[in-house]
């Protein structure tokens, strides 16, 4: 199993102070910047685009930075997140027309490319196009919003999508997203994931006025 990642979210970061948000939880063991793009269409709410992106680059943010298509249309914003700096780009497979053509798009922009399953999403999406992925990501929330609890459902679902990784024998990331947190990510790493986003589960723990206060709960998490 490939090294497990811990991507802090940032929607659940001050953003009024996102750069030293970053700077911090990235000093405190951080490997990957997870960044929720939301649209107030595909899912209710609205969040952040490609200028914020670049501005963590011109920031100094190095560190992969994995942008989580939560819009619709997608294909549209794709050139512009990779042009501010996107790794990953992931991406809603009902948000898209083609499929396909979306994932060849991010790559030919020159960034990996993944695909999400909502809590309720089947699996069925992934039969033709696993040679085209570098990452799943599998929801364990409605997408939309942080801070709500996991749905125990994803275990199992992690552990089929672990099952048809390594059967592939591509080298492909597999990604939880929402609800994860030091209590129970034991759990979630054993049914299969190896990429742990967690947004109020390491911003939503810290104490401001402490300058190291990322490094306990993400020491946790390993
Ligand atoms: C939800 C987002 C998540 C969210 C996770 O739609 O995709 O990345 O920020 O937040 P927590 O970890 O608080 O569930
Ligand atoms: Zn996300």
């Known amino acids: 199993m490939a090294i497990d990642l811990i991507a802090p979210s940032i ?77 990953y780009i992931t991406f809603h497979p009902e948000a898209s027309e083609h499929v396909d053509r979306t994932l060849q798009l991010i790559r030919n922009e020159g960034c990996k490319a993944g695909l999400v399953f909502n809590p309720a999403t089947p699996l069925t999406y992934l039969d033709y196009v696993l040679d085209k992925v570098d990452m799943i990501l599998l929801m364990s929330v409605n997408p939309g919003f942080g801070g709500q609890s996991f749905i125990p459902s994803a275990l199992d679902k992690l552990s089929e999508v672990r099952e048809i990784i390594d059967d592939s024998g591509f080298d492909i990331r597999l990604e939880i997203d929402g609800g994860v947190k030091a209590d129970n990510i034991a759990e979630i790493k054993a049914a299969g994931a190896d990429t742990f986003v967690s947004g109020s589960g390491i911003f939503g723990k810290a104490k401001d006025s402490d300058p190291h206060r990322y490094d306990s709960i993400i020491g946790q998490m390993r």
């Open 11 to 87: 929607l659940s970061a001050d953003f009024a102070r996102l750069g030293e948000e970053v700077d911090n939880v990235l000093a405190a063991g951080a490997d990957i910047v997870h960044f929720d793009v939301m649209d107030n269409h595909y899912v209710p709410n609205l969040t952040i685009g490609p200028l914020v992106c670049e501005a963590l680059r011109k920031h100094g943010v190095t560190a992969p930075i994995d942008v989580h298509l939560m819009v619709k249309p997608v294909d549209r914003i794709i050139p512009d997140f990779a042009a501010a700096g996107a790794s």
